[in-house]
């Protein structure tokens, strides 16, 4: 059975840093394109960033770029989101995700219908 598991969410002040993970069990973590979606109260999900298999490539939204930062660990089956300079505007449920049958470029984020396994999420909230 797969399991997708978010962690490390929380309240912080705009300007500050959180670092989230996200840890797989159950598939090999190395073979699935791995990315990190956002939801606030009444807006629709949002893609933020993907991550190649070999982690060589990745993407970022317009959004979040300059300020996040994604990665992953094949030897622990752990993804990463680093998110620095938060603003209250990131506030939101973070979700992660996984999918096998593309890869990302780093040119443009994979829509979420491609992913296949996801997380519960962690409340990311960034107060002013």
């Known amino acids: 059975q797969v399991q997708v598991v978010e962690s490390g969410g929380g309240l912080v002040q705009a300007g500050g840093s959180l670092r989230l993970s996200c840890t797989t069990s159950?598939?090999?973590?190395?073979?699935?394109?791995m990315g990190w979606f956002r939801q606030a109260p009444g807006k629709e999900r949002e893609g933020i960033s993907c991550?190649?298999?070999?982690?060589?490539?990745?993407y970022l939204s317009d959004s979040v770029k300059g300020r996040f930062t994604i990665s992953r660990d094949n030897t622990k089956n752990t993804l990463y989101l680093q998110m620095n300079s938060l603003k209250p505007e990131d506030t939101a449920m973070y979700y992660c995700?996984?999918?096998?049958?593309?890869?990302?470029?780093?040119?443009?984020?994979?829509?979420?219908?491609?992913?296949?396994?996801w997380g519960q999420g962690t409340q990311v909230t960034v107060s002013s």
């Open positions: 159950g598939l090999t973590f190395g073979d699935y394109t």
């Open positions: 991550i190649s298999r070999s982690g060589r490539d990745t």
């Open positions: 995700a996984a999918q096998q049958y593309g890869d990302c470029s780093g040119s443009e984020m994979i829509p979420d219908y491609m992913f296949h396994f």
